[in-house]
């Protein structure tokens, strides 16, 4: 079983910058890869970015290609994701997830889900 919790979610002004931050907790942590991924009201979730077990690949959705950035560190147990020049499209929940250790890009590839953390781009 693996835990996640997502914090640093806000409200942020378009061009804005925010960092969201993921605590992983629970055995085996280290050989999932973990990612992220969005839900906006009335819309399925979308896939955001993924990052392999062992931080080497990393992908990302073609809307914030170039604008957003994964990392993990496996030795305190997070995954970040750095969100750049915002825009009010990126509104939405944010979610941290875990799955087949060598990258995901779709909801039924993920094994455990966080709680969810609210990202708010004011235009």
């Known amino acids: 079983q693996v835990q996640l919790v997502e914090s640093g979610g806000g409200l942020v002004q378009a061009g804005g910058s925010l960092r969201l931050s993921c605590a992983a907790s629970?055995?085996?942590?280290?050989?999932?890869?973990l990612g992220w991924f969005r839900q906006a009201p009335g819309k399925e979730r979308e896939f955001v970015a993924s990052i392999t077990w062992d931080g080497r690949g990393a992908r990302y959705a073609d809307s914030n290609q170039g604008r957003f950035t994964i990392s993990r560190d496996n030795a305190k147990n997070t995954v970040d994701l750095q969100m750049n020049s915002l825009k009010p499209e990126d509104t939405a929940v944010y979610y941290c997830?875990?799955?087949?250790?060598?990258?995901?890009?779709?909801?039924?590839?993920?094994?455990?889900w966080g709680q969810g953390t609210q990202v708010t781009v004011s235009s």
């Open positions: 629970g055995r085996s942590f280290s050989s999932y890869a």
């Open positions: 997830a875990a799955g087949d250790p060598w990258g995901f890009s779709l909801p039924r590839e993920v094994n455990y």
